[in-house]
């Protein structure tokens, strides 16, 4: 009976975490909620098809440093355009940089394939992201 109970537990542990309870949670940085549609056929965006380029976009109903869109190989990472780590003011923007976002006016330096910095208690704030052909949609 012990081991029965035992193992209903253990199975609602591990099957009752779901994509859903997505935690975005950042004290510094608002939480947006946005949906947008990237079409990579399109000019402006066609960079984001080739692993290792990024774009940052500003979605009119979105974070107000945009959205950092990163191609990983394997996936899209979408991160908001604002340093993590700070207050948001006219300095907080990050800037790409390859494959890395660094901070305007900081040493931060964060990896767009994890969003880590080293040493720094949050991470980039990450989005959803969901591709359908050459349709990336992003969102919150």
Do not use: H, W
């Amino acid at each position: 009976m012990k081991k029965t109970l035992l193992l209903l537990l253990l199975s609602a542990f591990i099957f009752g975490c779901s994509k859903d309870k997505f935690n975005n949670n950042n004290p510094y940085l608002p939480n947006y909620s946005f949906s947008m549609e990237v079409n990579t056929n399109l000019p402006t965006y066609s960079q984001v098809q080739f692993t290792g380029n990024a774009v940052k976009i500003y979605p009119p109903n979105g974070p107000s440093r945009g959205v950092i869109l990163f191609n990983t190989g394997s996936t899209y990472n979408a991160f908001d355009g604002a340093c993590p780590n700070q207050e948001l003011t006219t300095c907080s923007n990050l800037i790409i940089s390859g494959s890395n976002a660094n901070c305007e006016c900081g040493s931060e330096n964060y990896n767009l394939f994890t969003g880590q910095s080293p040493g720094k208690q949050y991470p980039l704030k990450q989005y959803r992201t969901e591709v359908n052909g050459t349709i990336i949609r992003v969102y919150n």
